[in-house]
T-cell receptor, first 113, second 112 residues
Framework: AQSVTQLGSHVSVSEGALVLLRCNYSSSVPPYLFWYVQYPNQGLQLLLKYTSAATLVKGINGFEAEFKKSETSFHLTKPSAHMSDAAEYFC???????????FGGGTRLMVKP | DGGITQSPKYLFRKEGQNVTLSCEQNLNHDAMYWYRQDPGQGLRLIYYSQIVNDFQKGDIAEGYSVSREKKESFPLTVTSAQKNPTAFYLCASEVGVNYGYTFGSGTRLTVV
């Protein structure tokens, strides 16, 4: 079965430190890949998406993600964490055109001052 | 601006009552979705509709019902058969999976 795994339900970093949130998927066919952010009591907001144009994708708020086919990964990074980055992050994968997205379980990012 | 509107933001229901959550979009998207979110459990799909007058059960449809009479609207009714309805409910729509989903701001339902 096709699946999306986010390693670590909670990640804590210090302000100014590197943010790395992991996402792996199971598929032999390059999928559509997305990262969403959710602030408390709000809906999900699209951070960035990969649709095969370039393997390194830049998104909003300084985030970027790299598609690595050999590792079936799409990890999200930000060089320097800010307090305002504290939120829950979801990786989502569309395994083929016309299908629904499959969401990972989410990673809550905490930023310490 | 185009988007998805969920209302109300907060909703309180007495046990044994049905309640309907509204979801309206002006994005001209064909597909719409309802998700339930509980702490630590991610997103769970309740129902989805890929075209007007047609909808499918998701992973946790028991105790819920939907309708899709108009392209713009996809209301969710939480019935008295839903034993634990207190949760955050999210509506989403999409024009094609390669574009991703657009989400509403959610409705928090509390049973009192």
């Amino acid at each position: 079965a096709q699946s999306v795994t986010q390693l670590g339900s909670h990640v804590s970093v210090s302000e100014g430190a590197l943010v790395l949130l992991r996402c792996n998927y199971s598929s032999s066919v390059p999928p559509y890949l997305f990262w969403y952010v959710q602030y408390p009591n709000q809906g999900l907001q699209l951070l960035l998406k990969y649709t095969s144009a370039a393997t390194l994708v830049k998104g909003i708020n300084g985030f970027e993600a790299e598609f690595k086919k050999s590792e079936t990964s799409f990890h999200l990074t930000k060089p320097s964490a800010h307090m305002s980055d504290a939120a829950e992050y979801f990786c989502a994968v569309g395994f083929k055109a016309g299908n629904m997205l499959t969401f990972g379980g989410g990673t809550r990012l905490m930023v310490k001052p | 601006d185009g988007g998805i509107t969920q209302s109300p933001k907060y909703l309180f229901r007495k046990e044994g009552q049905n309640v309907t959550l509204s979801c309206e979009q002006n994005l001209n998207h064909d597909a719409m979705y309802w998700y339930r979110q509980d702490p630590g459990q991610g997103l769970r799909l309740i129902y989805y509709s890929q075209i007007v007058n047609d909808f499918q059960k998701g992973d946790i449809a028991e105790g819920y019902s939907v309708s899709r009479e108009k392209k713009e609207s996809f209301p969710l009714t939480v019935t008295s058969a839903q034993k634990n309805p207190t949760a955050f409910y999210l509506c989403a729509s999409e024009v094609g999976v390669n574009y991703g989903y657009t989400f509403g701001s959610g409705t928090r339902l509390t049973v009192v």
